[in-house]
Nanobody
Framework: QVQLVESGGGLVQAGGSLRLSCAAS????????MGWFRQAPGKEREFVAT????????YYADSVKGRFTISRDNAKNTVYLQMNSLKPEDTAVYYC?????????????????WGQGTQVTVSS
């Protein structure tokens, strides 16, 4: 059972930056593909970014491409989401997720484990 704990959310003005972190309990963290998803009030949970086990492959939702960067540090069992040029429409609860396959994936159904989420609020 992998436990995921997100941190780094908060309130920021439009145009600002935040870095989210997700710490995993699993010591074989490098065996997992990782992803970030988000859910705004009244909306479905949507894909944001994903990274494969080594960090060599990353993919992004079109809405965040060029503004967000996903990365991982396998020595620290941690995945990050650097968010720049934030917009009010980025406001959501952000979830970290892990999948037992080593590859990256943008599909919610591919993920086995989820964190509790961290709130990101972007004011205009």
């Amino acid at each position: 059972q992998v436990q995921l704990v997100e941190s780094g959310g908060g309130l920021v003005q439009a145009g600002g930056s935040l870095r989210l972190s997700c710490a995993a309990s699993e010591r074989t963290f490098s065996s997992y593909g990782m992803g970030w998803f988000r859910q705004a009030p009244g909306k479905e949970r949507e894909f944001v970014a994903t990274i494969n086990w080594s960090g060599a492959s990353t993919y992004y939702a079109d809405s965040v491409k060029g503004r967000f960067t996903i990365s991982r540090d396998n020595a620290k069992n941690t995945v990050y989401l650097q968010m720049n040029s934030l917009k009010p429409e980025d406001t959501a609860v952000y979830y970290c997720a892990a999948r037992t396959g080593r590859s990256a994936s943008g599909a919610r159904v591919d993920y086995n484990y989820w964190g509790q989420g961290t709130q990101v609020t972007v004011s205009s």
